[in-house]
């Protein structure tokens, strides 16, 4: 099993620009979510998902939309990148919400 | 949601005991209490959880009082790569679990 894989590891992006951040699992976990983790500090919940179809606003959802249209995979969107979303994101998957297996995140800077 | 409270950093030396207190004297009925490991430039590690008493499995002990507004996650005969980030974490066991709130967590650092 690979396991949470993410890409891509690093993006750099300009104010104004969209782009996808991708998470898969193949653990065939329901549970999916995106946290975001500001240098120095805890991780804070964007988006999650208990299933295929199913998605739930997080702690700081403002900026950012997700889709879950299947099991594996567990999109992250950003709709117009600001210098706020400055951040390391990290997809994470379950099978309950009891544990959970996190990816080894993406690195976005932006400009 | 229950907020939890945890020193912000603590040093060891090798071969140590660390324990590590988080209060959450908000929990709810439902709540689990889940620790979590980070290091550097990775995502979060499973360490442990648990509801009530007493938890052990291969890599720490969970220890819950009655009341549950603390716990103390018990790592034995820390080493340097035991140099980390840890998280408590506390959540309901259904599918609100997953509105839990980190934290800014607690910064081990284990020396020679």
């Known amino acids: 099993n690979a396991g949470v894989t993410q890409t891509p590891k690093f993006q750099v992006l300009k104010t104004g620009q969209s782009m996808t951040l991708q998470c898969a699992q193949d653990m065939n976990h329901e549970y999916m979510s995106w946290y975001r983790q500001d240098p120095g500090m805890g991780l804070r919940l964007i988006h999650y998902?208990?299933?295929?179809?199913?998605?739930d606003q997080g702690e700081v959802p403002n900026g950012y939309n997700v889709s879950r249209s299947t099991t594996e995979d567990f999109p992250l969107r950003l709709l117009s990148a600001a210098p706020s979303q400055t951040s390391v994101y990290f997809c994470?998957?379950?099978?309950?919400?009891?544990?959970?297996?996190f990816g080894p995140g993406t690195r976005l800077t932006v400009t | 949601l229950a907020k939890t409270t945890q020193p912000i950093s603590m040093d060891s030396y090798e071969g140590q005991e660390v324990n590590i207190t988080c209060s959450h004297n908000?929990?709810?009925?439902?709540?689990?209490i889940t620790w979590y490991q980070q290091f550097p430039s990775q995502g979060p590690r499973f360490i442990i959880q648990g509801y009530k008493t007493k938890v052990t499995n291969e890599v720490a002990s969970l220890f819950i009082p009655a009341d549950r507004k603390s716990s103390t996650l018990s790592l034995p005969r820390v080493s340097l790569s035991d140099t980390a980030v840890y998280y408590c974490?506390?959540?309901?066991?259904?599918?609100?679990?997953?509105?839990?709130?980190f934290g800014a967590g607690t910064r081990l650092f284990v020396k020679a």
């Open positions: 998902s208990v299933g295929a179809g199913i998605t």
């Open positions: 974490l506390v959540g309901d066991i259904n599918t609100g679990g997953f509105k839990t709130i």
């Open positions: 908000n929990i709810a009925t439902n709540d689990y």
């Open positions: 994470a998957s379950s099978d309950t919400p009891r544990k959970q297996y």
